[in-house]
Nanobody, 119 residues
Framework: QVQPVESGGGLVQAGGSLRLSCAAS????????MAWFRQAPGREREFVAT????????RYADSVKGRFYISRDNAKSTVYLQMNSLKPEDTAVYYC????????????WGQGTQVTVSS
């Protein structure tokens, strides 16, 4: 299993950028599909982006497409989320998650990192 630990959250003005990092300890990181989710106050957790084991394939929620970019460095056991053109509605706790395949649920979750976008 992997244990994700997120970092990089903070307060930013609308239109700004942030890069989140997720360092995963444990077994071979490259064996896991990784993803970012987020949860805003009073709302359910929602999918943001996912990346395949080798980093070739990515997928994004429509709400972040063209603004957010997910990437990974398997040598560093780290997945990133570059967030550009941030909007107040991007304010949420962002979570990193991992799963062993496309056919499994996300079983490994980090503790989350707060992102706040001011208008």
């Amino acid at each position: 299993q992997v244990q994700p630990v997120e970092s990089g959250g903070g307060l930013v003005q609308a239109g700004g950028s942030l890069r989140l990092s997720c360092a995963a300890s444990g077994r071979t990181f490259s064996n896991y599909y990784m993803a970012w989710f987020r949860q805003a106050p009073g709302r359910e957790r929602e999918f943001v982006a996912t990346i395949s084991r080798g980093g070739i394939s990515t997928r994004y929620a429509d709400s972040v497409k063209g603004r957010f970019y997910i990437s990974r460095d398997n040598a560093k056991s780290t997945v990133y989320l570059q967030m550009n053109s941030l909007k107040p509605e991007d304010t949420a706790v962002y979570y990193c998650a991992g799963r062993v395949s496309e056919y499994h649920d996300y079983s490994y979750w980090g503790q989350g990192t707060q992102v706040t976008v001011s208008s």
